[in-house]
């Protein structure tokens, strides 16, 4: 598995507007609809799929980062997005208590589990190279993530 087979470019947000971690949750599916992903009249179905997740424990995984996602009956595929948030970062509830800068979203259909959790295992693999990560949060363009990703994508592969 990698970024290429399920990060949509156009789901790729470098200046996070959002302030906390419902706000995140919801611009990046709003991000990941725009992209194509999924359905735009499912947009507060997914959110809301996702928040409920985090319910169950917080995907602020330590180090400045949150894997947030969730199964959907509105996708047919694997989905993801990625953003940045330059800022101070966003409470997410994290592990460590820190905020968040970096967040990687994965919505997969309910009848392909194991796709899911090949793609939680890709990004939490990557996410080990302290050097991926924090060139990945000073990221400025999509351009700059793309070739990060596509990077961790080669170097996964060899």
């Known amino acids: 598995m990698k970024f290429s087979d399920f990060i949509l470019t156009d789901a790729i947000i470098t200046d996070l507007k959002a302030k906390s971690k419902d706000e995140v949750i919801l611009e990046m599916v709003t991000a990941l609809s725009k992209a194509n992903g999924i359905p735009q009249a499912d947009i507060v179905g997914v959110a809301d799929s996702i928040k409920r997740r985090e319910e169950l424990g917080s995907t602020g995984i330590g180090h400045g980062v ?6 959907h009956v509105s996708v047919d595929r694997l989905v993801g997005a990625v953003a940045v948030s330059r800022r101070e970062g966003v409470d997410f ?4 208590c820190e905020p968040v800068n970096l967040i990687f979203m994965l919505v997969s259909p309910p009848d392909r589990p ?5 793609a939680l295992e890709h990004i939490t693999h990557q996410l080990k190279d302290d050097g991926f990560v924090r060139f990945l949060k000073q ?20």
């Open 93 to 96: 509830d994290s592990l460590d």
């Open 66 to 71: 949150a894997v947030p996602h969730t199964k």
């Open 114 to 118: 194991g796709e899911h959790l090949r």
């Open 139 to 158: 990221a400025q363009t999509v351009e700059d993530v793309l070739e990060l990703l596509n990077e961790a994508d080669g170097a996964a592969s060899a």
